[in-house]
């Protein structure tokens, strides 16, 4: 409880540090994520809404959510949340509705405890929903695959983020991979339920808005959105980043040592200014992902030389129908959505 308190007001203290970051932009979004902040109790929840209002313009019909696991979303910790904070969205790391999924993924909760979170929500009014699923696991036949989509659907959930697991190396699961204790992520099952995840979508009215994000015409995340195409934004607390269109800063990432600081009135923070090349790398990654593609005059804005590159160099993935045109606008194809990550770092610089 002790730290919980002094990590709350080390958030209220760098929001009060960093106030001027986004100058007087009024905020369309906030997002409380990493580090499961369902855990917070209500009044911490106010005391941080309070300050940010103190602070900032907020806009009245600002997207609020709150990331959260399931086995955290009690029917009582539902209706704290409607009926004290402004908390209007929720974000649910559901991943599987699958025990044998979750029990290979080694999360704390079970699937009983997925459905029973979701409906917990609906009967407190939260609509505004969003949750995780993860496809291409082991233990994740098609058969399942299927039937995690088909729950989403009938709960009627109008946001679906969706991820392929992946192995990374320094990890637990990397290790046991290349020790032959637990088998490969077979890319081309991956693959096959990515293509069913797109048609079962596409089949019940959602857009698929970016690589990985299925949304109801409308409740496209507001916040995510605004990452991917570029826009401003301030992140508080551990290991939180920052970005304001020039410079890229990321928060100490220890708890104690970034309550340390904040209690001596101080940030302590990295900070990497992004060259021209840089700036064109992470536009093409993030908005080649998206509905709303490559704008040819974005691009300009970085330099002509940019835009010479660029369309040399996308030129091939025309010819193979992964990318296709749309006046100054390049998207990738349904076949090019499969090949996403590789396109992008081909048009590197």
Not at 82 to 105: C, E, H
Not at 207 to 232: K, M
Not at 269 to 278: A, M, S
Request: charged content about 25%; some cysteine; glycine content about 6%.
């Amino acid at each position: 409880m002790k730290q919980k308190d002094a990590m709350v007001n080390a958030l209220l203290a760098e929001l009060e540090l960093r106030r001027d970051y986004l100058a007087d932009t009024r905020l369309g979004s906030v997002y409380f994520g990493g580090g499961t902040p369902s855990l917070l109790e209500t009044r911490d929840l106010e005391r941080i809404f309070e300050k940010i209002h103190q602070l900032f313009q907020v806009e009245k019909d600002a997207e609020i959510t709150l990331e959260a696991n399931p086995d955290d979303l009690s029917a009582e910790k539902l209706r704290d949340l409607r009926n004290y904070t402004p908390v209007n969205r929720l974000s649910i790391g559901i991943q599987s509705f699958s025990d044998a999924d979750l029990k290979w993924m080694n999360r704390a909760h079970q699937a009983s405890e997925a459905r029973q979170s979701l409906e917990n929500a609906l009967s407190a009014g939260f609509h505004d929903l969003t949750i995780d699923l993860i496809y291409g696991a082991p233990t994740t036949s098609d058969a399942q695959w299927h039937e995690n989509l088909a729950l989403a659907f009938e709960y009627g959930i109008p946001h679906l983020s969706c991820y392929c697991l992946t192995v990374e190396e320094g990890t637990a699961l990397g290790t046991f991979v290349r020790r032959g204790q637990q088998p490969p992520v077979e890319e081309e099952k991956s693959a096959r339920q990515f293509e069913y995840l797109m048609q079962a979508t596409a089949a019940k009215g959602y857009d698929h808005y970016e690589i990985s994000n299925f949304a109801l015409p409308g409740r496209y995340a507001r916040h995510n959105g605004n990452y991917w195409r570029g826009e401003h934004y301030l992140g508080i607390g551990p290991s939180a980043h920052s970005f304001d269109g020039v410079s890229r800063q990321w928060n100490i990432a220890n708890n104690a040592l970034y309550i340390k600081a904040l209690d001596a009135q101080e940030l302590s923070f990295e900070r990497e200014v992004l060259t021209p090349e840089q700036r064109f790398n992470e536009y093409i990654m993030t908005a080649l992902r998206t509905i709303w593609g490559v704008e040819m005059p974005k691009l300009a804005s970085l330099g002509n030389a940019f835009s010479v590159h660029f369309e040399k160099a996308i030129q091939p993935y025309l010819a193979a129908g992964t990318v296709e045109r749309h006046g100054e606008i390049y998207r990738l194809t349904r076949a090019g959505k499969l090949l996403a990550d590789r396109i992008a770092m081909e048009l590197f610089l």
